[in-house]
């Protein structure tokens, strides 16, 4: 057996154990946690429901309350991965990003079918065209596909976030001087402001209706976003609550200090098109170029073949040339972006 065949068959096989493993997980745990204690009450009788200081009255903790008060997550598909990668720094990241994508998808089960389509991308390429350098590195560009679209989302839904902050913030200092209270000026803001700001307040209110203190409820809400705007907010309010002070004029200021930094945003990213557009340009010259000396030299060699790319796919020493060089534009892309990339 050859060694393109040996990898094909390590792949084929890794791949199913993924599969099976998948599918006995997804099938011993159909439910979350939640769901199964509220059908392990239901099934009890009153007089146990007593007994159980957990249960007693048959009331939901917090946690409970606020899970079935919003979108509530679907059931852990992989307990047992979740477990074994629970403890890793970057999962823990992942799984952040996740919630601030507002993703139905759990870490554990983004990085096993990650996995699963990397293995398969690979077998499949490994099977048509015979090169496994080539299919390697689509395989791992099918790996990180899924990661680089949640960034994505959540950088979206971010953007439109602080993109409305300033204005809601107005909303809410306008609400405080017309006599509104803190709460009140909470629930205005989520039935008038637009998502995802709304949706963000009215889980601010939420929590703090179900039991969660002002505090408690400010802090998970900058955990959730994460920007220093709202940090500003959230330390505005804090601060407000517990030395007093003029909550609306605090507001009108973060919301002045807000627009300006979007304002001297907008005119850097003006700045720095040409950079950014430049790096892209890099990036794809050299396939475009590949392509052109292909047909090109096709063409001239009247259709037999192309006697002058052939070497590169075709011997060993060209296979590393390609893995060198799309590592080299890979590194030169993330430089360029880091270099147009400017904090304000």
């Not at 745990?29 to 392990?40: A, F, T, V, W, Y």
């Not at 952040?96 to 990650?114: C, I, K, M, T």
């Not at 989520?190 to 039991?211: H, L, N, T």
Request: proline fraction near 3%.
């Amino acid at each position: 057996m050859d060694p393109l065949s040996i990898i094909i068959f390590g792949g084929v096989l890794g791949g199913v154990c993924l599969l099976a493993v998948g599918a006995v997980q997804t099938v011993q745990h159909s439910k979350s946690p939640m769901e199964q204690r509220l059908n392990d009450i239901k099934k009890r009788t009153p007089v146990e429901r007593e007994l159980d200081p957990q249960t007693k009255g048959a009331q939901m903790s917090l946690a409970e309350r606020e899970e079935s008060q919003h979108a509530p997550r679907k059931a852990d598909l992989l307990p047992l991965v979740s477990t074994m990668l629970s403890r890793n720094a970057i999962v823990a990241k992942l799984e952040a990003d996740l919630r601030q994508a507002r993703s139905n998808w759990r870490a554990s089960e983004l990085v096993y079918f990650s996995v699963v389509l990397s293995l398969v991308a690979f077998v499949v390429l490994s099977l048509l065209i015979k090169q496994v350098v080539v299919a390697l590195l689509v395989s791992a560009l099918v790996l990180l596909l899924p990661f680089l679209y949640v960034r994505r989302v959540k950088a979206k839904y971010l953007n439109a976030f602080a993109n409305q902050l300033a204005d809601t913030l107005v909303l809410q200092s306008n609400a405080l001087r017309s006599g509104y209270s803190f709460m009140q000026s909470l629930d205005m803001v989520a039935r008038e402001a637009e998502p995802p700001m709304s949706d963000e307040f009215k889980r601010i209110s939420d929590e703090i209706q179900v039991g969660k203190t002002v505090e408690q409820a400010m802090d998970a809400f900058y955990q959730r976003i994460g920007s220093t705007d709202v940090n500003l907010v959230v330390m505005a309010v804090l601060i407000q609550r517990e030395v007093g002070g003029a909550l609306a004029e605090i507001l009108d200021t973060i919301s002045a200090v807000i627009r300006e930094r979007v304002q001297i945003q907008g005119e850097i990213r003006t700045l720095t098109t040409q950079g950014r557009m430049s790096g892209f340009f890099l990036a794809l010259m050299p396939v475009g170029l590949g392509f052109t000396i292909h047909f090109v030299t096709k063409l001239l060699s009247g259709g037999v073949g192309d006697p002058y790319m052939k070497p590169l796919f075709a011997e060993k020493v060209g296979h590393y040339m390609i893995g060198v060089g799309l590592v080299m534009q890979l590194i030169g892309f993330l430089v360029i972006r880091k270099i147009v990339s400017i904090e304000v």
